[in-house]
T-cell receptor
Framework: AQSVTQPDIHITVSEGASLELRCNYS??????LFWYVQSPGQGLQLLLK??????LVQGIKGFEAEFKRSQSSFNLRKPSVHWSDAAEYFC????????????FGAGTQVVVTP | DAGVTQSPTHLIKTRGQQVTLRCSPK?????VSWYQQALGQGPQFIFQ???????QRGNFPDRFSGHQFPNYSSELNVNALLLGDSALYLC?????????????FGPGTRLTVT
């Protein structure tokens, strides 16, 4: 069965420290991958996407993610976290034969401490 | 350039009633997808509309129905509301010509069923 897993429900990080959020997927077809961020009471904002090509992708707000096909992973990273990065982060996966239907992970809540 | 807009922002309904939620896609987009996000969970795909037809559907009962108008805007209708239908309903738009791979989300409609 197709699945998207975000192993960490909750992560606490100090401001200025680095952040890595994990995402693993299980899909039969070639996936395309996204990371979205959601602030409290808000909709989803696209941080970055991977369709093909260079496996290290850059996004907005200083985020980057690396696609590793052998590990079925698409982890999100940021070298130095700002207090405004506190939010919930969702990994999402789609395929070329699912016609734009995205499957989301359960999300990782990020708390930033001073 | 207006993004995806949704109305109303919040809605309170009684069990058994019917509700209609509305979505206007991002300018230039022709495809609308609807997602349900229960508290503490990732969004779940409900269905997708293109050319005024339902093109894909997730695992939701027939109580959930939709419509797309010639101007690409869309409605989500839910009949016979259950307490479990309480959630944030997100609309996302995309452009078929770009393969639907990038979806832009609206701020959502918070539905509470009492």
């Amino acid at each position: 069965a197709q699945s998207v897993t975000q192993p960490d429900i909750h992560i606490t990080v100090s401001e200025g420290a680095s952040l890595e959020l994990r995402c693993n997927y299980s899909y039969g077809a070639t996936p395309y991958l996204f990371w979205y961020v959601q602030s409290p009471g808000q909709g989803l904002q696209l941080l970055l996407k991977y369709f093909s090509g260079d496996t290290l992708v850059q996004g907005i707000k200083g985020f980057e993610a690396e696609f590793k096909r052998s590990q079925s992973s698409f982890n999100l990273r940021k070298p130095s976290v700002h207090w405004s990065d506190a939010a919930e982060y969702f990994c999402a996966v789609g395929t070329t034969d699912s016609w734009g239907k995205l499957q989301f992970g359960a999300g990782t809540q990020v708390v930033v401490t001073p | 350039d207006a993004g995806v807009t949704q109305s109303p922002t919040h809605l309170i309904k009684t069990r058994g009633q019917q509700v209609t939620l509305r979505c206007s896609p991002k300018s230039g987009h022709d495809t609308v997808s609807w997602y349900q996000q229960a508290l503490g969970q990732g969004p779940q795909f409900i269905f997708q509309y293109y050319e005024e037809e339902e093109r894909q559907r997730g695992n939701f009962p027939d109580r959930f129905s939709g419509h797309q108008f010639p101007n690409y805007s869309s409605e989500l209708n839910v009949n016979a509301l259950l307490l479990g239908d309480s959630a944030l309903y997100l609309c996302a738009s995309s452009l078929l010509g770009q393969g639907n791979y990038e979806q832009y989300f609206g701020p959502g409609t918070r539905l509470t069923v009492t």
